[in-house]
């Protein structure tokens, strides 16, 4: 679902205590949006900038990195744990000191757009137990939670009624209009054949597509197939759009030469 990268960045440090150590995004890179088999991957590139305040000294410790596909409890996420040795190395440094600064960065990626919460543990020398400090960042998340989801208009399909045979593909048509920009649109076959068809909108606010889509060697003869069209934006609101009509596959026992397909349901 998500990937994530670390590496060592730049470091600046005099070897002075610190108490208190505050993380921040010093910068973000991305999102970058690629594809791969038809499906749309983003990925991003965090910058962050430790400061260390007050006087002791601490020691980095364990880190927890949870990346969630959208805002909310449900929403599908991954967490990945970085040990002390691992941190270590992020920071490039073990410790961190007063008034000292140090800075990193990593690359986080998944296909679809997602939020991160990443929390550093440190120990100081001057106090008992690990302490915490966390930071957030998005990869193409940020929009409006009063948003309105996807609108799809003018889906069409041709043919949309009679009988089709293995080796001609259904040529769907359809235009999605999002606010905060698209993420994804697909068509989805079901009843008589089970396929998705996927596409990568990389943000745009508009999109007006004519697909062929082809028909798996699964599908069964004499069952009415179902054609759907769906969108997901920025923020991942969704919307379908069932398009009306009467497709059955030709087959054994079905005569190809009727005109008009009866629903079996």
């Known amino acids: 679902m998500f990937a994530l990268g670390v590496a060592a960045c730049r470091d600046s440090a005099s070897p002075l205590p610190a108490l208190l150590v505050a993380v921040s995004v010093s910068g973000m890179e991305g999102p970058v949006i690629g594809e791969a088999n038809g499906f749309p991957l983003i990925e991003c590139t965090v910058n962050l900038e430790a400061l260390a305040i007050g006087s002791g000294r601490a020691t980095w410790e364990d880190a927890t990195f949870v990346l969630t596909?959208?805002?909310?409890?449900?929403?599908?996420a991954d967490t990945v744990r970085l040990v002390m040795g691992d941190v270590a190395t992020l920071w490039s440094a073990a410790e961190i000191?007063?008034?000292?600064?140090?800075?990193?960065?990593?690359?986080?990626?998944?296909?679809?757009?997602?939020?991160?919460v990443v929390t550093f543990g440190y120990r100081s020398s001057a106090a008992t137990g690990v302490r915490t400090t966390e930071v957030d960042f998005d990869c193409g998340t940020r929009t409006s939670s009063t948003a309105s989801p996807p609108v799809i208009s003018a889906a069409s399909a041709t043919p949309n009624s009679g009988f089709i045979v293995f080796g001609q593909a259904l040529d769907v048509s359809y235009t999605v209009e999002s606010p905060v920009g698209l993420w994804q649109t697909a068509i989805t076959l079901s009843g008589?054949?089970?396929?998705?068809?996927?596409?990568?909108?990389?943000f745009v606010t508009t999109a007006t597509r004519r697909v062929a889509v082809p028909l798996p060697a699964s599908c069964r003869s004499g069952?009415?197939?179902?054609?759907?069209?769906?969108?997901?934006?920025a923020?991942?609101?969704?919307?379908?759009h069932e398009i009306p009509s009467q497709i059955v596959l030709a087959g054994a026992g079905v005569r190809p030469s009727e005109t008009v397909a009866r629903d079996p349901n």
């Open 69 to 76: 596909a959208a805002s909310g409890p449900s929403s599908p």
């Open 223 to 233: 069952e009415r197939i179902r054609i759907t069209v769906h969108a997901y934006d």
């Open 235 to 240: 923020g991942l609101r969704s919307a379908t």
């Open 192 to 202: 008589g054949c089970e396929s998705r068809l996927s596409r990568s909108e990389r």
């Open 97 to 116: 000191g007063a008034g000292e600064t140090q800075r990193t960065g990593f690359q986080a990626g998944g296909d679809f757009p997602f939020e991160g």
